[in-house]
């Protein structure tokens, strides 16, 4: 399943209206780690999986990247990545991840950040990145926890008085869609354990250099005293692996 959410103009809307929509990877709870995951990008050559509003593209180019090329299948993505981006050495391009089709050893850097869990079969989509990437080559994602997407109603367990108890966790071995409610819309994301998320690259030719799971960062804790609650359970899941 393709699923193009993001060009549902309402949707798109709400979008476009998150913290991290406006402001940008700094606005982002998870970048602060993220970025220190990332390799050099210096004259390196970078494929970016579900690109969005570009900001991972651009922050690419401005390390010194060769080329960036960004996909994503959504048109208002991409619309807004283009408006933003006066860059001739970054490409856009409208297509599917699952649909990647590129040259063996053709980038040396693939990044994707919040979109794997929107695909459903995690496996193609590391086989194919494994075939773009150069030997050494580096494969660094972000997804949504599995402790994060194993129920479908993505939210706390509430008191009486609406504090928030606890995070339940639930059919976590049970792997496949979850149609989740996102920004007030129903919006499909495949659940994976851990174990398959690392295994599948492993089976794939991957090593595995690093995993995390972020909190958010001191400053951000003190301007949004509600985002404590992020230190209560695994929202985040970052991942750096390289072709060995």
């Known amino acids: ?3 193009n959410k993001y060009d549902d103009s309402e949707f798109f809307n709400k979008y476009s209206q998150m913290a991290r929509s406006i402001g940008g990877l700094e606005a982002a709870g998870e970048w602060h780690v993220f970025r220190v995951m990332l390799p050099e990008f210096s004259g390196k050559r ?3 999986l579900g690109c969005g509003f570009g900001w991972h593209c651009r922050y690419a180019r401005e390390q010194g990247a060769r080329s960036v090329l960004g996909v994503d299948l959504s048109e208002k993505m991409l619309a807004r990545a283009r408006a933003a981006t006066a860059d001739p050495a970054i490409e856009y391009r409208r297509l599917a991840i699952e649909d990647i089709d590129f040259p063996a050893a053709g980038f ?3 990044v994707s950040s919040l979109a794997l869990h929107y695909v459903e079969c995690f496996d193609l989509v590391c086989q194919k990145v ?3 990437l150069t030997p050494g080559g580096h494969f660094v994602f972000s997804v949504e926890h599995p402790i994060f ?4 109603a993505q939210d706390w367990h509430y008191g009486p008085q609406g504090e928030k108890l606890h995070w339940p966790v639930d059919d976590y071995q049970t792997e496949g869609a979850r149609t989740a ?3 007030d819309e129903d919006v499909v994301k495949y659940h994976r354990t851990l174990a398959s998320y690392l295994n599948t690259l492993i089976a794939a030719g991957f090593r595995i250099t690093e995993i995390a799971e972020p909190v958010p960062s001191p400053e951000m804790l ?3 005293p509600d985002y404590r609650h992020e230190l209560r359970r695994p929202m985040f899941l970052l991942v750096a692996a390289v072709k060995d």
């Open 130 to 132: 494994q075939h773009n």
């Open 46 to 48: 970078v494929l970016d």
């Open 149 to 152: 997407t194993a129920r479908a």
């Open 222 to 224: 003190a301007q949004h």
């Open 108 to 110: 040396d850097i693939v």
């Open 181 to 183: 409610r996102f920004l």
């Open 1 to 3: 399943m393709k699923q």
